[in-house]
């Protein structure tokens, strides 16, 4: 199948922002969009068009049942001005076991690739040049068949946006403070915790509005069961450092498979670190935080890539972390991480796709 550019915007297109500095996340957006639409039990109709609002029947299915999944990954103007891409194969692997886990029918991958690399280059002018920016990129399929009914739909919209963006907290790379939540739960075993779906997220909604107003940035998420285990937080997987022990939570069906966690992981055992995916309640986090043995915590994700965590709130007692600061791995792997996808470290994994 191959991908074809059916129409582009007016040659007067709108402007990327001057001031890359000031990018928010998550609010402008780039000229085109690429789309892809299932009917007849096939995908087809590859196109790259203007970004634009879609036509929805008001009984389109993804209103009614929530069938509908989506992705996260950014490009990177690198120090020398290629476009880069991190891992982008491992986005699609997981949209398409998303994808599976909610029955809507899977993509070929190497399209999504291959589409996604040429949008980028019809909107490469929306690439920051600014380090800390980059271009977000949002592949979603939404099930558009008009129906009241719950079963599978028959029909679906794939569609990847693109747009600018700067740090992801309003801070950037500073420690955050993170609240426990004792109450609610996100996800649990057997259910849809470890895709990337919107009922996931509007899960945590509740909780994490209730801890903004308590001051704190993230919420971080317990097991269901018995509120005991750590899992993740909303937007972020996490990683601890007790003593030489990097911990982060095992993989058990109710946390993402973050790409970044995987990293991270990997670039830990590529440096002789202890790495350990294991349970870790937030019982031990408190022990550990009173005898000093919590050295650091961040979290890892596309949005964020690394972000330090200062101090942890639980039942009103605080868990502090280090001394409050960046800690040197955090501050290592955060380094590494982003010499990698703006092409100053070497890249002995090939996690980078150059766009050409």
């Avoid at 022990?287 to 000093?292: H, I, K, P, R």
């Avoid at 039942?315 to 960046?326: L, N, Y």
């Amino acid at each position: 199948m191959e991908i074809v550019k059916r129409v582009l915007a007016p040659a007067k297109r709108r402007s990327p922002p001057a001031n890359e500095s000031a990018l928010g996340f998550g609010d402008i957006y780039s000229d085109h969009m690429f789309r892809l639409d299932y009917h007849g039990g096939a995908w087809r109709g590859p196109r790259i068009e203007p970004f634009g609002p879609l036509t929805l029947s008001p009984a389109a299915m993804c209103l009614h049942y929530a069938q509908e999944i989506f992705e996260g990954l950014k490009c990177y103007r690198q120090s020398s001005g290629a476009l880069a891409l991190f891992r982008p194969w491992d986005n699609f692997a997981r949209f398409n076991r998303s994808a599976r886990r909610i029955c809507i029918p899977a993509l070929d991958e190497d399209l999504c690739l291959a589409a996604l690399k040429e949008l980028l280059l019809v909107d490469q002018d929306w690439v920051p040049r600014a380090r800390g920016a980059s271009l977000y990129i949002r592949p979603f399929i939404v099930a558009s068949e008009p129906h009241l009914g719950v079963r599978p739909a028959d029909e679906y919209i794939f569609l990847i946006i693109t747009g600018p963006v700067g740090a992801y907290y309003a801070a950037g790379f500073a420690p955050i403070r993170i609240y426990v939540e004792p109450n609610y739960s996100r996800a649990a075993q057997g259910g849809l915790g470890e895709i990337k779906t919107g009922g996931n997220y509007a899960a945590s909604i509740l909780a994490a509005e209730e801890a903004h107003k308590r001051g704190f940035s993230q919420i971080l998420w317990l097991d269901s069961k018995e509120h005991k285990y750590i899992e993740e937080v909303g937007s972020m997987n996490m990683f601890f450092v007790i003593d030489d022990e990097v911990i982060t939570p095992p993989l058990s069906g109710t946390i993402l498979a973050g790409i970044t966690r995987d990293s991270v992981l990997t670039l830990a055992r590529d440096w002789g670190l202890k790495a350990t995916e294991r349970p870790l309640s937030i019982e031990e986090l408190l022990e550990a935080s009173g005898s000093g043995r919590l050295k650091e915590a961040f979290g890892t994700g596309t949005a964020c890539v690394i972000s330090p965590v200062g101090q942890f709130s639980y039942q009103g007692r605080d868990i502090q972390v280090g001394e409050g600061g960046i800690g040197p791995l955090t501050r290592r792997f955060y380094d590494e991480l982003l010499g990698l996808q703006y092409g100053d470290r070497p890249d002995p994994h090939n996690w980078v796709t150059l766009i050409q």
